[in-house]
């Protein structure tokens, strides 16, 4: 197939596949149910599948797009341009809190997410989450499985740990390949995030979470006694209450937050 649409060839660096089924679209969209009170933003609206019925329903909507011929497009769009706040940024670096404080109500997010950008975005806006009501993404259906996993199963990694600290994970539905031009060689899937009020277990610091869990994930086939040796020995993963004989798989949040918990500063 050809991968032009709409006079706009999709850029591999920018992982650009295009969202294409209107049935689809319309069940995004639904799932999100925008109201015009909202500050809606949208990360990637490419040719504005999205963005085109979403701008149907809503008086305003701000649009963040890296690709420069594509926010072009946005600016200048026949019917929607007024509607539109075209920020020509990549949103890896973009401060969302600044955004928040403009549109003086916390944003809610949405886009076709760049599979080779969606983790690191998913953090960045993880960090912005007092400004976030909440957050609609499409991605690799692999990742949404692992964004929502529980402990004992194949997915559950460092990504389940980090995502569900952050927010409730909800899985909303699966898109096919043959919704997308040029069509994907994964399955796609929209999940729904929404940032805690307050975090499901108290952590002394993030960061020292996210280092447990990646050193636990990193060794996943090892036993934590051996893969989190730097952090805790047998008789302290012990005396939390948890057996050293586990692999990172077997423990919930709470575990990794007792276990952080545990580390000194230093670490």
């Avoid at 706040?85 to 109500?105: C, H, M, N, P, Y």
């Avoid at 692999?142 to 964004?147: A, S």
């Avoid at 994930?217 to 805790?232: V, Y």
């Amino acid at each position: 197939m050809n991968k032009t649409h709409l006079g706009h060839t999709a850029r591999k660096r920018f992982g650009q596949n295009f969202l294409n089924d209107p049935f689809v679209i319309d069940n995004i969209i639904n799932a999100i149910g925008p109201t015009s009170d909202q500050a809606l933003v949208e990360i990637g609206p490419g040719l504005g599948a999205l963005t085109e019925p979403m701008c149907e329903r809503v008086d305003a909507l701000t649009v963040v797009e890296l690709d420069r011929d594509l926010a072009k497009r946005l600016r200048h769009h026949p019917f929607h341009g007024k509607k539109l706040t075209v920020i020509e940024k990549d949103a890896l670096s973009f401060d969302f809190a600044e955004l928040a404080r403009e549109r003086g109500t916390p944003l809610r997010v949405f886009g076709n997410l760049p599979y080779n950008i969606s983790t690191p975005l998913m953090f960045h806006l993880f960090a912005h989450k007092e400004n976030i009501k909440d957050m609609h993404f499409m991605l690799q259906k692999e990742v949404v499985q692992r964004l929502a996993a529980s402990p004992g199963s194949k997915q559950f990694g460092k990504l389940s740990v980090m995502a569900q600290y952050y927010c409730q994970v909800i899985p909303v539905l699966t898109v096919p390949p043959g919704a997308f031009i040029p069509p994907p060689k994964v399955e796609s899937a929209v999940v729904k995030l929404v940032p805690h009020a307050t975090p499901p277990v108290q952590v002394s610091k993030v960061a020292t979470l996210e280092k447990v869990a990646a050193a636990a994930f990193n060794q996943r086939r090892k036993t934590i006694r051996n893969s989190l040796s730097a952090f805790a020995d047998a008789e302290t993963l012990e005396s939390l209450g948890i057996k050293p004989t586990l692999r990172a798989e077997n423990l919930s949040l709470s575990d990794f937050a007792r276990i952080a918990n545990s580390v000194k500063e230093e670490q």
